[in-house]
């Protein structure tokens, strides 16, 4: 696809990067290594583009790519001890999409601190499904768990949303 030229290569990740660090920001909590896994993604991705063989969006594509990068970081850390991790409450690293309007942007720096709420299962069925659009099976598939469980996660996972949503000031029930 880029046939080895540097600067279209380029070009490319710099047009990726806003979307590849959202969905690692959406899928892991806190902003510690954000960076670390997208530059991997975005690698991922540069060496995944021969084998891309065309069928659905490359914007899918790049998501897939996104997400098993981020749930490989995700089940090394896991398994790794680790030192005591502090929580990065910096939200304002986050980058904007350049064809967000500043409210689009707002609501979805809003979302985020609320995705971090939840426990990390239903964080990421929640983002598999409505963000990427993956089906019940798809997830199921991708997380490696039953898909009783993917819907039962789905469900509570909405509830949970809902109810911050609606405890957030100025969104309760009655505010649009």
């Not at 084998?51 to 850390?77: I, M, P, Y």
């Not at 689009?104 to 601190?113: G, I, S, T």
């Not at 993917?150 to 996972?157: A, E, H, K, P, Q």
């Not at 509830?159 to 969104?171: C, D, F, H, M």
Request: hydrophobic share 40%.
């Amino acid at each position: 696809m880029l046939a080895g030229d540097r600067r279209a290569a380029e070009s490319l990740l710099a047009e990726l990067l806003p979307r590849v660090r959202n969905l690692v920001r959406y899928l892991r909590r806190g902003d510690q290594d954000v960076d670390d896994i997208a530059q991997d993604a975005l690698m991922a991705i540069l060496r995944g583009l021969p084998g891309w063989r065309g069928e659905g969006t490359f914007k899918s594509w790049v998501d897939r790519v996104v997400a098993h990068t981020t749930f490989a970081h995700l089940r090394k850390a896991r398994a790794a001890p680790s030192p005591v991790e502090e929580e990065d409450d910096d939200l304002g690293e986050s980058v904007p999409s350049t064809d967000a309007t500043p409210e689009a942007y707002v609501f979805r720096r809003d979302m985020v601190r609320l995705l971090d709420a939840l426990s990390d299962e239903h964080r990421q069925v929640l983002v598999l499904h409505h963000v990427l659009g993956l089906s019940v099976p798809e997830i199921t598939e991708e997380l490696g768990i039953p898909l009783e469980t993917v819907r039962s996660r789905l469900r509570i996972g909405r509830a949970n949303l809902r109810a911050l949503y609606e405890g957030t000031p100025g969104r309760g029930k009655g505010s649009p």
